[in-house]
């Protein structure tokens, strides 16, 4: 089993920029593929960036390289770092680990985190 914690989300205004936290527990953190998931109130799930075992990126082409995901494997933490933020940018952000490699089929979701609240303000 992983555990997943999400930290970092918060309130801000539009331009403004936020940096989310997943850390993980357990000893196979290196093996997940990791992805940042976010839902805004009565919307369909949205996957925002996953990032692989090695490093390797995919984004949500809407977000048009303002986002960032990446790794520390030494401390099992996966991170979001947000630019530029909009007020469509307002969800939840879920943490999610996935045995299976993301492939053209998109990423397979295993385990979730508990979410952060990102507001943008206009």
């Known amino acids: 089993q992983v555990q997943l914690v999400e930290s970092g989300g918060g309130l801000v205004q539009a331009g403004g920029s936020l940096r989310l936290s997943c850390a993980a527990s357990g000893r196979t953190f290196g093996r997940y593929w990791m992805y940042w998931v976010r839902q805004a109130p009565g919307k369909q799930r949205e996957l925002v960036a996953g990032v692989s075992s090695a490093g390797s990126t995919n984004y949500a082409d809407s977000l048009k390289g303002r986002f960032t995901i990446s790794r520390d494997n030494a401390k099992n933490t996966v991170y979001l770092q947000m630019n530029s933020l909009k007020p469509e940018d307002t969800a939840i952000y879920y943490c999610?680990?996935?045995?299976?490699?993301?492939?053209?089929?998109?990423?397979?979701?295993?385990?979730w985190g508990q979410g952060t609240q990102v507001t943008v303000s206009s």
């Open positions: 999610a680990a996935g045995i299976a490699a993301m492939n053209s089929r998109g990423p397979s979701y295993d385990y």
